[in-house]
T-cell receptor, first 112, second 112 residues
Framework: GENVEQHPSTLSVQEGDSAVIKCTYS??????FPWYKQELGKGPQLIID?????GEKKDQRIAVTLNKTAKHFSLHITETQPEDSAVYFC???????????FGKGTTLSVSS | EAQVTQNPRYLITVTGKKLTVTCSQN?????MSWYRQDPGRGLRQIYY???????DKGDVPEGYKVSRKEKRNFPLILESPSPNQTSLYFC???????????FGPGTRLLVL
């Protein structure tokens, strides 16, 4: 079945630095790639997503890039702030197209 | 306010005592799903439902049941809980499996 590998598992940056989280997937037919942010004590919340017909998407300080040939996609956060501290999950659809398969998560810590 | 609600938020029970975790959404979404979240394992899908009376197994369905009698409700049933079902559970809903999934606040379950 579909497998999603996410790296790194933990990431510590200084406020104002950039953070990059990378994911690789196994099913070349995947065409939907969301990123979720989970704050302490809350459920995951979608922050950005990309579909396979585009290579990059930006929303203010957040961007996602997709390389379908290499089967990997990345989350980029610029000018990080303490409130960016959270667990981030990448995901993609499974082969049957009936569910999202999530990476194991990256704990991002932004220190001021 | 558009939301997914879960009850209870916290539950301590004993092995073998049947329990139900309720999930309700007010967005008229057709797709609903249950996940469990364990340290270092990310989010794993338990069951999903594409619409009323249509449910199917996810990646880790053993020991769980669900029902979808109404569009808004998708309860998770543990008929004979065991300690390995101690986990953080999330319900989610969306228009389809490849659209934004809205997560509930989570239910933390401890089975003694």
């Amino acid at each position: 079945g579909e497998n999603v590998e996410q790296h790194p598992s933990t990431l510590s940056v200084q406020e104002g630095d950039s953070a990059v989280i990378k994911c690789t997937y196994s099913d070349s037919a995947s065409n939907y790639f969301p990123w979720y942010k989970q704050e302490l004590g809350k459920g995951p919340q979608l922050i950005i997503d990309i579909r396979s017909n585009v290579g990059e998407k930006k929303d203010q300080r957040i961007a996602v890039t997709l390389n379908k040939t290499a089967k990997h996609f990345s989350l980029h956060i610029t000018e990080t702030q303490p409130e960016d501290s959270a667990v981030y999950f990448c995901a993609t659809a499974n082969q049957a197209g009936t569910a999202l398969i999530f990476g194991k998560g990256t704990t991002l810590s932004v220190s001021s | 306010e558009a939301q997914v609600t879960q009850n209870p938020r916290y539950l301590i029970t004993v092995t073998g005592k049947k329990l139900t975790v309720t999930c309700s959404q007010n967005m008229n979404h057709e797709y609903m799903s249950w996940y469990r979240q364990d340290p270092g394992r990310g989010l794993r899908q338990i069951y999903y439902s594409m619409n009323v009376e249509v449910t199917d197994k996810g990646d880790v369905p053993e020991g769980y049941k669900v029902s979808r009698k109404e569009k808004r409700n998708f309860p998770l049933i543990l008929e004979s809980p065991s300690p390995n079902q101690t986990s953080l559970y999330f319900c989610a809903s969306s228009w389809t499996d490849q659209e934004t999934q809205y997560f509930g606040p989570g239910t933390r379950l401890l089975v003694l």
